[in-house]
């Protein structure tokens, strides 16, 4: 067994967004995404593959397709396959993010 | 965009463990698991299908192969593929589990 206490993951650099693996499979991958105020996954999309955004802690701005919304602590939002999403953390606090992505495009 | 306030959504049934589906596609499906003292999800395994549970809130006693291991909130855990897996609310409170699961097996 391999439980893990997530946010004992986490780790913030000043260069940009850590993204903090905790599982992978060939079917899904789920990382603790951190973001200090500032930083930001670009936008982009995953042919085949969806993603799972859920937010621990601080604030984001959270764009899917056309339409950005900040959220914060304990909202859980879905990227669906080839449609562009991307987060920034528009907040003057720490974002941290639990992120599942099924398939994983790693193993593809 | 569909941003869901997770916990919004639990649902507790004297009857038995209750499942609030939040995201489906082909490829994940995502959902609260809500457990009431001594409810249970008995162990199974599904073939090609990962499971990965986070633990909102509450207390459980998760049994992934043959290990067994009581996890409280904050604590993730992945079941593998063909690896027999269930949890036991073996607390005195309520337990609140998100379950992410890849691929969907309702639609493979």
Do not use: W
């Amino acid at each position: 067994m391999n439980p893990v206490e997530v946010l004992s993951k986490k780790i913030f650099s000043q260069d940009k967004m850590q993204k903090v693996n905790l599982f992978e499979t060939e079917n899904l991958f789920c990382d603790i995404y951190c973001l200090l105020p500032g930083q930001s996954q670009k936008p982009h999309r995953h042919h085949g593959a969806d993603k799972i955004y859920y937010v621990f802690e601080g604030q984001g701005a959270f764009q899917i397709g056309e339409e950005e919304r900040v959220l914060g602590p304990g909202m859980i939002l879905l990227a669906p396959s080839d449609v562009e999403h991307g987060v920034r953390n528009t907040s003057g606090k720490a974002l941290s993010l639990l992120v599942v992505m099924a398939p994983n495009p790693n193993k593809i």
